[in-house]
Nanobody, 124 residues
């Protein structure tokens, strides 16, 4: 079992920055690929970014490429999402997810564990 707890969400003006953190329980954090996803009411959860077990491979949704950066610190059992140049359309609940295995998939169905989410609101 892996428990995930996100933090760092909040209200920010367009063009601003936020850094989300996701702290994971358990001793085998380095064996999990991690992902960030987001969801707005009435829409399906969508992929944002993912990172492999070592941090050596990352993938991003086209909508955030060049603005968001995913990273991880295996010594701290934490994955981060640095969000820069935020836009109102980035407003959503952001959740982190973990999958047992090293490959960083983009599909939500590939992930085994999910956090409760943190709200990000970008005002125009």
């Amino acid at each position: 079992q892996v428990q995930l707890v996100e933090s760092g969400g909040g209200l920010v003006q367009a063009g601003g920055s936020l850094r989300l953190s996701c702290a994971a329980s358990g001793r085998t954090f380095s064996a999990y690929a991690m992902g960030w996803f987001r969801q707005v009411p009435g829409k399906e959860r969508e992929f944002v970014a993912t990172i492999n077990y070592s941090g050596g491979s990352t993938y991003y949704a086209d909508s955030v490429k060049g603005r968001f950066t995913i990273s991880r610190d295996n010594a701290k059992n934490t994955v981060y999402l640095q969000m820069n140049s935020l836009k109102p359309e980035d407003t959503a609940v952001y959740s982190c997810a973990a999958r047992a295995g090293t490959y960083p998939y983009t599909a939500t169905r590939k992930y085994d564990y999910w956090g409760q989410g943190t709200q990000v609101t970008v005002s125009s």
